[in-house]
């Protein structure tokens, strides 16, 4: 999913900023000469250059909701630049803010003013923000877009369990009410610009591969607003599935005041130190792809490679507070991640160090194999080998191999002694997840072979298939 050019409409330009680990879209609104800012990620940078580049003053910051899944930088923004930082007034906070309600309405300049939407469901506080202009003088104010945060997605809405189970049913009827009132009160032409549903978990259901979509756009294909109220909500909490453990440390921390990040270079460090965290069961990361990884690394550490949703699944994993170092084939990979790791919260890095395996043990490399789903047949008529799959239930009961045990890749560190004994071949839809949990075996002595292939690659491969539950 590509992030959308800006669009300008009426005078106003519309930016996108894109955080595809996270699955998640921050915006910048302008002008051309003052701008907003709604649901800014915690690394600002990317923000002020932004603002800097269109040659913008930032003079509001506006949250849609508590974060779940992320840390903001809302707060940190709204310092920087002097800008007033508006969140809900009901919610219970431990700074100074600029209180905003349903209702509410900010000017921005002469020709444009935000207006404060009431859409509860994905939080029971959650606001919406209309951007309103004024195309020619004298003319009345118009909705031109519609910041819907974890409300009205691409297809879809954001998901209303984060709270906990005992505010769920509220909340999906919530939900579904806030969607209905944002397609009934908005023109068609209104842009739609939500933070979530790019792949986040706090989405529930799916919005496809839509970049970009419009109030009318929704009206027409998204299933809260095309279904009765009964199906849409039984279909709803019939698709939720697990999300990550790290969203329970987010919105704490957005209530309490995030800082601004520091993203200094973490401290060197060398064999010797490595080897000490490894025996000690602290976390040393290696940030390269699975082909590098399984070809050759450092006995103990773990795979979490930059080119997947890495910041998601090393904080689903890792237990919170857990003392991290990074390994990187370059200063670049590790500086990267870390911003990752910095919008989740992560914020004390042990160390790091860069180059090669070989520059960071004196020990004997490890490895494991790679291979297909037609090796895996291959290797199955021959002699018998164990299968993991790692995959989400939900994903498992669609379809799997005969055979397989199925133990998601965020529950495998508690549940490892249900990991069969031998040989293990590890899969999931694509790879990825298969050469986390492969290093996460690998580090414990475990002969693994992992499977970087498509999960399609079964359907003729030759694989006894196991009929969907």
């Known amino acids: ?61 506006f949250e849609t909701h508590i974060h779940n899944d992320y840390v903001t930088g809302g707060l940190a923004l709204a310092g920087a630049t002097g800008a007033a930082y508006h969140v809900n007034a009901a919610d219970d906070v431990a700074y100074d803010r600029t209180p905003i309600s349903d209702g509410d309405v900010v000017d921005v300049s002469p020709t444009m003013r935000v207006r404060a939407i009431a859409t509860p469901g994905h939080t029971f506080t959650h606001l ?20 819907t945060g974890g409300s009205l997605l691409f297809g879809a809405t954001g998901r209303p369990d984060l709270l906990g189970a005992e505010h769920t049913d509220a909340l999906v009827h919530l939900q579904y009410a806030s969607a209905h009132r944002l397609a009934g009160d908005l023109p068609g032409h209104t842009h739609v610009l939500p933070t979530h549903g790019f792949g986040s978990f706090c989405s529930a ?11 009318g756009g929704e009206r027409c294909h998204n299933p809260a607003l095309t279904q009765d109220e009964q199906r849409w909500v039984a279909d709803t909490l019939a698709g939720l599935d697990d999300h990550p453990a790290y969203y329970a ?20 460090a060398d064999k010797d130190t490595l080897a000490a965290r490894i025996g000690a069961g602290e976390w040393v990361v290696d940030l390269r792809d699975r082909t590098a ?19 998601t699944y090393l904080g689903w994993l890792i237990p919170w507070g857990t003392p991290l170092t990074l390994l990187g084939s370059s200063a670049q990979q590790v500086a990267e991640a870390q911003r990752e790791l910095v919008r989740i919260g992560i914020d004390q890095l042990e160390g790091a160090a860069t180059g090669s395996p070989d520059q960071w043990t004196e020990r004997p490399l490890g490895s494991f194999t790679r291979a297909g789903f037609a090796d895996l047949a291959h290797v199955r008529h021959h002699r018998h080998v164990e299968v993991l799959d790692v995959r989400r239930e939900s994903e498992h009961r669609e379809s799997s191999i005969e055979g397989a045990v199925n133990i998601p890749l965020h529950a495998l560190l508690g549940r490892l002694e249900e990991v069969p004994d031998g040989e293990v071949w590890v899969h999931c839809a694509g790879g990825y997840r298969a050469s986390i949990a492969a290093s996460v075996l690998a580090a414990r002595g475990r002969r693994v072979v992992a499977i970087d292939d498509s999960f399609d690659s079964a359907f003729t491969s030759g694989l006894p298939l196991a009929q969907a539950a």
């Open 1 to 61: 999913m590509s992030t959308p050019a800006p669009t300008t409409v009426h005078g106003v330009t519309f930016v996108a900023i894109d955080t595809p680990t996270l699955g998640d879209r921050s915006y910048l609104a302008h002008d051309g000469d003052v701008a907003v800012v709604v649901d800014p990620q915690r690394d600002l940078d990317r923000v002020v250059a932004l603002a800097a580049e269109a040659g913008v003053r930032i003079a509001h910051v």
């Open 128 to 147: 919406a923000y209309a951007l309103e202009v004024a195309p020619a003088e004298r003319s009345p104010f118009e909705a031109v877009g519609v910041f």
């Open 205 to 215: 259901g799916s919005s496809g591969s839509a970049s970009a979509s419009t109030i």
């Open 249 to 268: 440390h987010m919105a704490p921390a957005n209530a309490a005041g995030p800082s601004a990040v520091d993203l200094q270079t973490p401290a060197a």
């Open 293 to 311: 990884f399984a070809a050759g690394h450092v006995t103990g550490t773990l795979n979490f490679g930059l080119d997947g949703q890495f910041a």
